[in-house]
C-alpha cells in the first residue's frame, strides 16, 4: 500500500503552473475595487436578514449598489481603454 502525501508526485505533480502567473495577478488586482463594492453591498443586505430595513439601511443599500455600479464602470472603462489599439496619436 502507497502513502499518500500531499506533494507526492503520484497524487499531485508539481508544476511551475501552480502558482498565479503576472497576468492573472494583474487582473485580480484590476477587479478588486468591483469585489470590494460588492462585498460591502452584501454586508449591508445581510445586515437586513434578521430586521426590517430603517430609512438608514435604505440608504447604506443605495450608496452600496452605487459604489458596486461605478466601480465596475470604472473597470469596464480601463478595460475598453487596454485593449484600444491603432488609436491615432
Known amino acids: 500500500?502507497?502513502?499518500?502525501?500531499a506533494l507526492h508526485d503520484?497524487?499531485?505533480?508539481?508544476a511551475d503552473g501552480l502558482e498565479p502567473?503576472?497576468?492573472e495577478l494583474d487582473?485580480?488586482?484590476a477587479e478588486m475595487d468591483v469585489v470590494l463594492a460588492e462585498?460591502?453591498?452584501?454586508?449591508?443586505?445581510i445586515a437586513l436578514l434578521d430586521r426590517p430595513a430603517s430609512e438608514f439601511d435604505?440608504?447604506?443599500?443605495?450608496?452600496?449598489?452605487?459604489?458596486?455600479?461605478?466601480?465596475?464602470?470604472?473597470?469596464?472603462?480601463?478595460?475598453a481603454g487596454s485593449q484600444v489599439s491603432?488609436?491615432?496619436a
Not at 503520484?10 to 508539481?14: A, D, F, N, R, S
Not at 435604505?58 to 478595460?79: M, Q, Y
Open 1 to 5: 500500500m502507497k502513502p499518500i502525501v
Open 10 to 14: 503520484v497524487v499531485t505533480p508539481w
Open 21 to 23: 502567473s503576472d497576468a
Open 27 to 29: 487582473a485580480i488586482e
Open 39 to 45: 462585498v460591502e453591498l452584501l454586508d449591508a443586505l
Open 58 to 79: 435604505a440608504r447604506r443599500i443605495r450608496r452600496a449598489h452605487h459604489r458596486v455600479l461605478t466601480a465596475r464602470r470604472d473597470a469596464a472603462n480601463r478595460a
Open 86 to 88: 491603432g488609436d491615432a
